[in-house]
């Protein structure tokens, strides 16, 4: 994973400032990476049964669903955008798929259709891509709050998906070697070389995120919409489609992950990844991504991603409680978020001083020029939500 | 907070005219290699007001924040009173009685002006928070300062000069006896030049001493008792006001004569490259009303327009409309004999249309992004293989980029906000330079930047000119017209009212846009 993101890695740092050696720097740069070390070294040293590569691949192909989600919030959030939509969105897939396993009644006909799996799953990640896009299109075209669009679709898709099942689970997912449609179980219990395929499935998704983002026309839109959305338009960046494009992308990395998830469970029921979304933005959010958009990578998402996953196995393993998990799990997403808003703090200040232009420079881009931006003592934004 | 018997301390204690009050010495100031400031020595005199000239990124702003306890210096000592001082932060700074009223105003427009006058040292009753007190208190600055606010008015509600008003009135009552004020006209009406002026002089006769930052020269002059010059982070002159005049002061801000240039000659120009036909843009707030309002223009390869007039006077709009930013009601773009009046703004870019907007913070830069991704961000399409772009032949755009504009940086790597106004604007220009465009077209393109770094873009701008590029410019100072346009065409409400060649006068070219001529 390392050596995919080597190229990030190197770019940060530099773009980061002076190359000189600063343990604060690398302790905040790589909090993520030092919080996963501490994690394994901790519960290793807790319990036996954690320091193995059969319970790491358990874990990790845990880790996946969160990683997948991680990953197309990321696109969004680097716009500058937030997806709540994606636990919903995942439920949907999950039983949109069951529901396609079970046969498609097709009642002018009087036959019932059984596609294979291969069809399942290219269906199951168009219907995300729908979903994706619906939020897309409100959010680009008829500039609704993203919040408040994927809130929205966070109800409906759920909603949808208990209406699908009557609120039931569909629980034959195995197909029947009759009909052609088996192999569903493939997704969640094969193993290739001795890794999961969900695993498989989480590098795939993260090297393609990886490639378009950093090699790709449309990661430089991606980030330029969130840094700057009028600047990037004036360029000729046509912003309003890169919106909906990370939505769709979203959208389709929370249906693989409902397909992944179902496989794994054997069944697809209705209320599957409910809060799962939150658990993607504090995996995005660990990785040391900016919740305003245009900054964040890859790498620190998958490490985010594994944080998370790692750390709430860990509990579970050492018997703690699932009401502790819960208050862990919450006490690390704050910590990483408090370090967030140091680095930034830091990083504008060290920009800050190094100049003579206005102090609300950065925040130029964002406020109303006319505007009077409320500023704190040290010259830096206040308004910095 | 500030007492009755305070106040009258203030108001009637003599005080010799020339007394230091505070001294700085040999203020040094390094962030890493770069050198902000080297050993300025820096007087503040009781009553009387000192400006700090200087260009973008000679030191004034460090300088200031030192001051204020924004910044601590790096060697170098402050005497305040005749007592070494040091403020680790803004708020020991006004113990001090040292208040700073930043560029762009620190008041929370959806409280009233007592609430922010009283912001953070509210006056506690029994029952919370003592009005009544505040407002009485306010009210007495008000009438101080003869500004008739009612302080129970909402800040939002207040015009921008009002604004700063409030905002000295609130560095008063924590008793500032030395003000510094970055900028403080930039933004106002001249009327409202006229009330801060007054309540300056009045201020100095209280004995309130004034450091004094602006752009603005000559307005500068009629308020400053001493002027100091930056250059480089080093001081490179002082002198009395009686001493001084304007060409005093530009000629120790650059170092040596400047001017902005004349029209390129030597080459003959092209076909017309960009043709402007019957623009109109409606306003969207008043029915009926015109922003351009049928504005027809040819430009040639090779020369270079001028578009003057007074604010509001639809040179943005026409600009963008142009670009194909702001949607048009009647008329037609033809690029090379192209119409381009129905292509996005990203396939005029293409085509070789490009904008360089009025505001770089808020339109022309990712401020998250590094000086050379921000440089290559509008010719992706210049250095992309396939589906992949190329690092190498990204690097090369980038690098002639920094080369052909003449941007001072570290190199691509370097964030945005390390550099001065004058290369960030070389950024966004240079930006739509590398998309090797026919026409350019540019919002005050001089916004914002010094002398210096004004000078070098004009250069920048017609070098392009004698290679065949078309350059519509606009801007709203005058002097800026007769520098190096072939044609000046004076734009008011809405509409071309006047054309000149480049030998016209400042007073023709004023006249014409309906601006009183000013002796």
Redesign the interface.
């Known amino acids: 994973m390392s050596d995919t993101s080597q190229a990030t890695t190197s770019a940060q740092v530099s773009r980061g400032g002076n190359g000189k050696f600063d343990v604060t720097r690398l302790l905040l740069e790589g909090r993520a990476f030092f919080a996963l070390i501490a994690i394994i070294v901790i519960f290793s040293i807790l319990s036996p049964a954690y320091f193995s590569v059969n319970n790491f691949l358990t874990m990790s192909s845990h880790v996946s669903i969160f990683a997948l989600l991680s990953l197309g919030m990321l696109l969004v959030i680097l716009t500058g955008g937030i997806d709540l939509s994606v636990g919903s969105t995942l439920a949907f897939a999950g039983v949109f798929a069951g529901f396609l396993l079970q046969g498609i009644p097709l009642e002018f006909f009087g036959v019932v259709v059984y596609p294979p799996v291969w069809v399942v799953v290219i269906l199951t990640c168009a219907l995300g891509a729908f979903v994706g896009a619906i939020n897309g299109v409100l959010v680009a075209y008829f500039k609704v709050p993203a919040f408040v669009a994927t809130l929205g679709m966070l109800y409906v898709a759920r909603g949808v998906a208990l209406l699908m099942t009557d609120g039931l689970t569909y629980n034959n997912l195995g197909g029947s070697p009759e009909l052609g449609n088996t192999g569903f179980d493939w997704l969640g219990f094969n193993r290739l070389l001795g890794i999961p395929i969900g695993v498989w499935i989480m590098a795939v998704v993260a090297i393609v995120c990886l490639l378009a983002l950093t090699r790709t026309p449309f990661g430089r839109w991606v980030y330029s919409t969130g840094g700057n959305a009028r600047a990037a338009e004036l360029s000729g960046v046509p912003v309003k489609r890169v919106q909906v494009a990370v939505y769709v992308l979203s959208g389709i990395c929370a249906a693989i992950a409902g397909l992944v998830l179902s496989s794994q469970l054997t069944s697809a029921g209705p209320t599957a990844g409910t809060t799962y979304e939150l658990t993607a933005i504090a995996g995005v959010v660990i990785g040391g991504a900016a919740l305003t958009g245009g900054r964040g990578n890859v790498r620190g998402t998958l490490l985010g991603a594994f944080v998370i996953g790692f750390l709430s196995d860990g509990l579970v393993i050492i018997g703690v409680s699932s009401y502790w998990q819960t208050v862990f799990t919450g006490t690390v997403i704050v910590l990483a978020v408090l370090l967030n808003s140091i680095q930034y703090s830091g990083r504008k200040k060290r920009s800050d001083t190094s100049n003579d232009t206005t102090s609300s420079s950065q925040q130029g881009a964002q406020t109303k020029a006319e505007a009077p931006v409320v500023e704190s003592a040290a010259g830096k934004p206040a308004s910095q939500s | 907070m500030i007492t009755e018997r305070d106040r009258n301390h203030v108001l009637t204690s003599g005080y010799a005219s020339d007394e230091v009050i505070l001294s700085a010495s040999h203020i040094a100031k390094s ?2 290699n ?1 050198h ?1 400031l080297k050993a300025v020595n820096f007087d503040v005199h009781r009553g009387k007001v000192t400006t700090l000239f200087g260009e ?7 300088l200031m ?1 030192i001051l204020s306890g ?2 601590q210096p790096s060697s170098g000592e402050i005497v305040l009173d005749g007592k070494a001082v040091t403020f680790a ?3 020991e700074a006004q113990n001090l009685g040292i208040s700073i009223i ?8 959806n409280l009233s002006v007592r609430d922010n006058i009283f912001m953070g040292r509210e006056l506690r009753a029994s029952t919370g928070i003592n009005y009544a007190e505040e407002e009485r208190q306010t009210r007495l600055l008000m009438e101080e300062l003869d500004e008739p606010i009612d302080p129970l008015t909402l800040v939002e509600d207040l015009r ?1 000069g009002q ?1 700063q008003i409030v905002e000295i009135a609130r560095a008063l009552s924590v008793n500032s006896r030395i003000l510094i004020m ?1 900028e403080p006209t930039s ?1 106002l009406s001249a009327t409202e030049v006229e009330v801060l002026f007054r309540v300056i002089r009045d201020l100095k006769s209280r004995g309130v001493s004034i450091v004094y930052i602006s752009h603005h020269l000559e307005e500068a002059l009629q308020i400053t008792d001493h002027a100091v010059v930056l250059r480089d982070g080093s001081m490179t002159a002082y002198a009395e006001r009686k001493d001084i005049d304007l060409e005093w002061i530009v000629r120790n801000m650059v170092g040596n004569n400047f001017d902005l240039g004349s029209p390129p000659s030597g080459y003959t120009m092209g076909n017309v490259a960009l043709s402007i036909e019957g623009i109109a843009v409606p306003d969207a707030t008043v029915p009926g009303r015109m922003l351009v309002d049928h504005v027809s223009l040819n430009v040639h390869a090779g020369e270079i327009v001028c578009i003057y007039g007074l604010m509001g006077a639809g040179r943005t709009e026409l600009l963008e409309c142009v ?1 194909g ?1 702001l949607a048009k009601a009647h008329g037609r773009v033809v690029l090379e004999g192209e119409d381009v009046s129905r292509l996005s ?2 396939r005029r ?2 085509k070789g249309l490009v ?1 360089v ?1 009025e ?1 770089r ?10 000086v050379g ?1 921000n440089l290559s ?2 010719s ?2 210049a250095f ?1 293989r396939g ?3 190329s690092r190498r032949r990204e690097q090369s755009v980038i690098d002639d980029a920094i080369n052909n504009v003449h941007i001072k940086t570290d190199g691509g ?1 370097a ?1 945005i ?5 004058g290369n ?1 604007q070389k950024v966004v220009i240079g ?2 330079l590398a ?1 090797h465009p026919k026409v350019v077209l540019l919002d005050e393109p001089s916004r914002g930047i010094d002398v210096g770094a004004k000078a070098e873009v004009f250069k920048l701008l017609s070098e392009g000119a004698a290679q065949g590029l078309a350059v519509v410019y606009s801007t709203s100072e005058v002097g800026e017209c007769l520098s190096i346009a072939h044609r000046i065409i004076v734009m008011g409400r809405g509409r071309i009212v006047a054309e000149f060649g480049p030998d016209a006068t400042k007073e023709e070219i004023m006249a014409a846009s309906g601006e009183a001529v000013v002796a």
């Open positions: 962030f890493g770069v902000a973008n990124g000679a030191g004034k702003s460090t924040k924004v910044m932060s803004t708020m930043h560029q762009e105003l620190s008041l929370a427009p921008l604004q970055d933004a670009a930013r703004l990203a870019i293409d904008l907007p505001d913070q808020r339109d022309g830069l990712v401020q998250t992004m590094p991704q961000l509008a992706i399409g992309t589906l992949l772009t790597e964030a906000d390390s550099l001065s106004g960030q930006k739509m998309t």
